[in-house]
């Protein structure tokens, strides 16, 4: 839940910022998608402005997907590709996460 928002000043711009989300994730503010990502480097900035209610508690929710499941279904997927590294399950190198945290 994040906190009440207190009527803004004009002019005054509300931003979430991601920078990490593990690999597979949507973001949704008050049961609306703001941001679907699957991609770990890539940092995000959503402006939640408009969305936010004034008043009233928002409800921000982050649902993750299995990296490695979602791994395994891509490299299956692509029959075609060689996937070739030194250790460990092939399928880690379809997706962009680290691999330490694999």
Known sequence: MLPEIASQAKGTVTVLAFDGLD???TVKLNGE???VS???F???RVDVTKKLKSGSGNVLEIDFASA???AIEIKEAHP?????GFNGDMA???VRKAQ???
């Open 23 to 25: 690999t597979f994730a």
């Open 33 to 35: 998608t703001i941001l």
């Open 38 to 40: 699957d991609n770990m």
């Open 42 to 44: 890539i940092p995000h």
């Open 68 to 70: 490695r499941l979602r």
């Open 80 to 84: 075609e590709h060689v996937w070739v």
């Open 92 to 94: 880690r190198l379809a």
């Open 100 to 102: 330490y945290h694999w």
